[in-house]
């Protein structure tokens, strides 16, 4: 095995391991509810306050381009102990107050993993980064999916749940301080500078990558979100038995999104970032537009645009991350990746709370259209983009 694969191979399998923190109470969510008697929007608080939690980290690293001077390696062994000892600290919780701030500190911490490790895995490729890219997201995306298999077994204790992936989170730490280096492309060094951060948004590509990422982002966590609860009260119209079907059908439809996410960035390599993201987000908007309608009919038409919406809803993302670290001032990469990633989950609380609200007035078919407007204004950005590297007044993908 080259060292190139092997590196990538150890940088998904970690990043697995270091993203567990993230979902860990959503896989137990049920379960803090009950003990700690929580509404449903409550319940949502503790999902909402990690993407804040992320956010605040993302736009501090960001000010102080922490990403682009600090080590890749380094920077994510210190932010996934950080992000293990908050989920530690949620077992000793006393209620939704101090849980609500474990979850924070979550994020918080998590905004030092995830974007240097797609820094990371470009270092190795100048070519096929997207696909590279695509393997690292799918990761996320594979670990966001797995709350619902566990659901779906029956569950287990959630204190068990927190422990155990604390555990797995620090392990992914020094795997990754042990197993993983910088690859033969290393971005050029950076110096504290925090007007960089005003040099990103100045950055045309970067700047359209980075909207076209708010329109994905607008519609990706709220499907994730509440597809379970959408299914459940699917399977339940038509006298099914609501769980587990529902949190096996979850499981499956944001599952999908892994390979989505890998099958999406080696089509961006071929055929273009800017067009592959287009027809993502016109079967995805379809899919968001049609699955209410498609839940008055019955359960597979459900179950069938499920899946092609779970692949195509994430099967875009790839192409967002890796058109920044094309079109980036590449020794502010980690910034501007930083920056992107850090607006886009600030959207994602949006959209979270307001769907099941919109819902509980109007029904689900309404709610899910709300998702709409998002990939529409994303194929219209990326058509601007794609229009302005067509005229060569952006630089062209490495592909």
């Known amino acids: 095995m080259s060292a190139r694969m092997r590196s990538m191979v150890v940088l998904v399998l970690m990043l697995l391991l270091l993203k567990s923190t993230w979902f860990s109470a959503a896989a137990v969510l049920p379960q803090l509810r009950a003990e700690w008697g929580l509404s449903t929007a409550a319940g949502g608080a503790l999902t909402v306050a ?6 605040l980290g993302a736009v501090v690293s960001g000010l102080l381009s922490v990403s682009d001077i600090v080590p890749p390696r380094r920077l994510i062994f210190a932010s996934a102990l950080g992000a293990a000892a908050a989920n530690t600290v949620l077992l000793a919780a006393p209620g939704f ?4 701030a474990t979850r924070f500190a979550t994020g918080f911490f998590i905004a030092g993993v995830y974007p240097p490790a797609l820094k990371l895995a470009s270092t190795w490729y100048q070519r096929g980064r997207g696909g590279a890219i695509g393997l690292m997201v799918g990761a996320l995306t594979f670990s966001s999916a797995v709350p619902h298999l566990v659901n779906g077994l029956g569950g287990l204790a959630w204190r068990t749940v927190i422990i155990g992936t604390s555990i797995l989170t620090v392990l992914g730490a ?3 301080l042990a197993g993983v280096r910088e690859g033969p492309y290393p971005f050029p060094a950076a110096r504290l500078d925090p007007r960089q951060l005003g040099a990103v948004v100045r950055n045309r590509g ?3 990558a980075t909207l076209g990422y708010l329109c994905h982002m607008w519609e990706l966590y709220a499907m994730w979100s509440w597809f379970l609860l959408f299914s459940h009260d699917t399977f339940a119209r038509f006298g099914r038995t609501p769980l ?7 499981f499956a439809v944001i599952g999908i999104g892994g390979l989505a996410n890998w099958v999406g960035g080696v089509l961006g390599d071929r055929y273009g970032r800017e067009k592959v993201a287009i027809g993502m987000l016109a079967v995805s908007a379809t899919c968001a537009a049609t699955i209410g309608l498609g839940a008055e009919l019955g359960v597979w038409p459900v179950v069938l645009i499920g899946l092609v919406w779970g692949f195509s809803v994430v099967g875009d993302s790839v192409q967002f991350s890796t058109l920044v ?3 980036a001032d590449q020794s502010y990469v980690g910034t501007a990746l930083t920056l992107q990633m850090a607006l886009g989950f ?3 609380g949006i959209t979270i709370w307001i769907v099941p609200a919109i819902q509980a007035v109007a029904g689900w078919t309404v709610a899910f259209l709300l998702l709409v407007p998002g990939p529409l204004l994303g194929i219209v950005v990326m058509r601007r983009l794609l229009h302005a590297r067509t005229e060569d007044r952006l630089p062209v993908a490495v592909g």
């Open 97 to 100: 107050g101090a849980g609500l």
């Open 325 to 327: 670290t094309e079109l």
């Open 244 to 250: 587990p079907a529902a949190a096996y059908l979850t």
């Open 50 to 55: 990690v993407q804040l939690g992320f956010c």
């Open 346 to 348: 600030g959207v994602t």
């Open 174 to 176: 020094f795997g990754m």
């Open 206 to 208: 970067v700047r359209l």
